[in-house]
């Protein structure tokens, strides 16, 4: 399908960002894009990382911490934890090191290794790091859950990913997994993260962190780990359906290294900010494993989002690089820009956005907010690690999603009646696909060996998001191919009708659905909220209409609009559009197990 607004111009504050290398504070990793992407393989990610000693094999656990004691950067700061209640905890690797190692001797003291079942359901904590770093030592196969997630879809994930295994906070264990115990004979063990009442720790099974693992000797010899031996089982975010578990291996932490270096230009004196909660596979990508792969100290903030808190932590610990969501800066630009006035940020030189489109006026706003603008970048639970991005030496186009980064080949590509994949040239949306394999691509779909089977036609990985490639080779995304709207001929993705709607001044967040209409087959619905100041009204409700009319043209532009306090979001912060459509249709509103915030009316 061809792009509908193509022809409409944006706003000139929306146009190009041009990127002046005498401008950058230091140069990036990445100097040339273009080069590195025809020069790269991934045996050079491979040459940047140790390795096991002996040629164990490539340990993702080893390479995030091990490995740089043996390079005198055991007394570096890895970890600088923010706790809720003002408390700080520093964690050197060398600290780091001996603790994973702890845990790794705690499992196998209980008789767990290899292929066992850890899961991690609590919220960011050290230890939180420690138990997956530890896991990973001892070739467990790790799983971060939610830690808001409800009983129900905690026992669906340890029946699935059978958890032999669980590290929990004693609140946690004692609201939401102690009356599932019993429906989970598999799961043996319950560690408990802090000052435990006695009575919990009597029951069978139940350890406390301290005895457990604190006694343990801190030297433990990683066993051989060939690198496709399976690290981490990851639910997907839920958005469009059921949850699904994509299952990974150690070589993945090639992509690691890759884009800590690349995407998110990761120097080892950097100090790196990822707000991702730890049970969405950015909290540990992210979070976890690429900055310790990149040797930088990275902040972990206990708390939830709050602006004046965030700006608080990126002031007072001089951040350096910062990871975050389209969600959350949505919420600070709600506030404006007046929470920032006066504070000094300099330190901070790349920031970064990933989960959601993000708004061309997101990016945008980033400039003016912190004289830096958001640097997007795409990838799935799927994929691993980031696919395309934004990275710094490149010219923003704000809307786009950048560029394929080196390694990853990238298309936007049709399938014909007989199955077959063929790329489409520039400007045609088609579907997303990757050239498969790469090192942190999903092995699997857990329990779910057709729809993994599904995912690859013609050596291609077929994302299920709908893009374009333009001229220059940047892509866009248009929308998840279940969002996509189908109205009077014309296909509309969602993101650029949102897009246009929050350019106006009254509009915090928008989520597009289409409505089944006799004679159109789709008509554009929009749900808005509204920022502070703004009231819900018929002549709003115009305004907006006649905006989005302006800017996208009549046939792309919605017919109606509902004002929402809130839009439905994942725990990750994803716009589910799929459950606006739902309540709208009075359908079934399907698997809700990572809904987070909600708002019916
Ligand atoms: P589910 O697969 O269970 O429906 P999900 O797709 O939201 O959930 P994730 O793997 O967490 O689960 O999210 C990946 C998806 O998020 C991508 O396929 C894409 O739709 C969206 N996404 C991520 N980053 C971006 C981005 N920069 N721009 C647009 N969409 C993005
Ligand atoms: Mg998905």
């Given at each position: 399908m061809a792009s509908q607004t193509k022809d409409v111009a944006a706003p000139a504050h929306l146009a190009r960002i041009v990127k002046d290398p005498a401008a950058f504070v230091r140069p990036p990793h990445l100097a040339d894009p273009a080069a590195?992407?025809?020069?790269?393989?991934?045996?050079?990610?491979?040459?940047?990382?140790?390795?096991?000693?002996?040629?164990?094999?490539?340990?993702?656990?080893?390479?995030?911490?091990?490995?740089?004691?043996?390079?005198?950067?055991?007394?570096?700061?890895?970890?600088?934890?923010?706790?809720?209640?003002?408390?700080?905890?520093?964690?050197?690797?060398?600290?780091?090191?001996?603790?994973?190692?702890?845990?790794?001797?705690?499992?196998?003291?209980?008789?767990?290794?290899?292929?066992?079942?850890?899961?991690?359901?609590?919220?960011?904590?050290?230890?939180?790091?420690?138990?997956?770093?530890?896991?990973?030592?001892?070739?467990?196969?790790?799983?971060?859950?939610?830690?808001a997630f409800g009983p129900e879809p905690i026992a669906t994930r340890c029946e699935m990913g059978d958890a032999r295994l669980i590290v929990t906070t004693p609140e946690l264990y004692a609201r939401k997994l102690r009356a599932l115990r019993e429906r989970l004979p598999?799961?043996?063990?319950?560690?408990?993260?802090?000052?435990?009442?006695?009575?919990?720790?009597?029951?069978?099974?139940?350890?406390?962190?301290?005895?457990?693992?604190?006694?343990?000797?801190?030297?433990?010899?990683?066993?051989?780990?060939?690198?496709?031996?399976?690290?981490?089982?990851?639910?997907?975010?839920?958005t469009t359906g059921r949850p699904k578990g994509a299952q990974h291996v150690h070589e993945a932490v090639l992509a690691h290294a890759m884009t800590g270096r690349y995407a998110l230009d990761l120097h080892d004196d950097d100090v790196y900010w990822c707000t991702a909660d730890p049970g969405w596979v950015t909290g540990t990508s992210y979070g976890v494993i690429a900055p310790l792969v990149s040797g930088v100290t990275s902040i972990v903030v206990e708390a939830e989002f709050d602006a004046a808190t965030w700006y608080d932590v990126l002031e007072r610990e001089r951040v350096s690089v910062w990871y975050t969501a389209p969600t959350a800066i949505r919420m600070m630009m709600r506030l404006g820009t007046e929470p920032l006035a006066g504070r000094d940020l300099s330190a901070l030189r790349f920031m970064a956005s990933v989960g959601e489109p993000l708004n061309p006026e997101a990016v945008v706003w980033g400039q003016q907010a912190f004289g830096l603008p958001f640097h997007d970048n795409w990838?799935?639970?799927?994929?691993?690690?980031?696919?395309?991005?934004?990275?710094?030496?490149?010219?923003?186009?704000?809307?786009?999603?950048?560029?394929?980064?080196?390694?990853?080949?990238?298309?936007?590509?049709?399938?014909?009646?007989?199955?077959?994949?063929?790329?489409?040239?520039?400007?045609?949306?088609?579907?997303?696909?990757?050239?498969?394999?790469?090192?942190?691509?999903?092995?699997?779909?857990?329990?779910?060996?057709?729809?993994?089977?599904?995912?690859?036609?013609?050596g291609w990985y077929?994302?299920?998001?709908?893009?374009?490639?333009?001229?220059?080779?940047?892509?866009?995304?248009?929308?998840?191919?279940?969002?996509?709207?189908?109205?009077?001929?014309?296909?509309?993705?969602?993101?650029?009708?949102?897009?246009?709607?929050?350019?106006?001044?009254?509009?915090?967040e928008a989520g597009v659905i289409g409505i089944p209409d006799p004679t159109v087959g789709e008509v554009v619905k929009a749900f808005v909220a509204l920022k502070p100041g703004f009231e819900a009204s018929e002549a709003l409700e115009r305004e907006l209409l006649g905006h989005a009319r302006k800017r996208l043209g009549a046939a792309v532009a919605p017919k109606s609009i509902a004002f929402r306090g809130n839009l439905p979001k994942t725990r990750s912060g994803k716009i589910m559009r799929r459950l606006l459509k739902a309540r709208e249709l009075g359908l079934p509103e399907g698997d809700l197990s990572t809904l987070e915030s909600d708002d019916k009316q």
């Open positions: 590195e992407r025809a020069r790269f393989r991934w045996d050079d990610a491979r040459a940047w990382l140790d390795g096991l000693p002996g040629g164990g094999g490539l340990n993702i656990a080893h390479e995030a911490v091990d490995r740089h004691l043996g390079h005198g950067r055991g007394g570096r700061t890895a970890i600088r934890w923010i706790g809720k209640s003002g408390g700080r905890r520093d964690l050197s690797y060398a600290d780091l090191a001996a603790a994973s190692s702890r845990f790794a001797n705690a499992l196998a003291s209980l008789g767990l290794g290899a292929g066992d079942g850890v899961f991690v359901l609590m919220g960011r904590l050290p230890e939180l790091h420690v138990a997956m770093l530890g896991a990973l030592k001892a070739r467990a196969v790790v799983t971060p859950l939610f830690s598999r799961l043996a063990h319950v560690v408990l993260v802090g000052e435990a009442p006695p009575a919990l720790l009597d029951e069978p099974g139940v350890h406390a962190w301290a005895a457990l693992v604190e006694s343990q000797p801190a030297q433990w010899t990683i066993p051989p780990t060939p690198p496709d031996a399976p690290s981490l089982l990851h639910f997907t975010s839920g990838w799935q639970t799927e994929t691993g690690g980031i696919m395309i991005a934004n990275v710094p030496a490149l010219d923003i186009k704000p809307g786009s999603m950048g560029q394929p980064l080196p390694g990853v080949t990238a298309a936007v590509v049709q399938r014909d009646a007989d199955g077959h994949v063929h790329r489409l040239g520039p400007g045609v949306d088609g579907e997303l696909a990757l050239k498969a394999p790469w090192p942190s691509m999903m092995r699997g779909y857990l329990h779910e060996e057709a729809r993994y089977a599904k995912c690859f036609v013609d077929l994302s299920g998001d709908l893009a374009r490639c333009d001229e220059d080779g940047y892509f866009w995304f248009v929308g998840r191919a279940d969002d996509v709207i189908k109205s009077a001929g014309h296909l509309i993705g969602p993101f650029e009708v949102e897009s246009a709607l929050i350019e106006h001044p009254a509009v915090a």
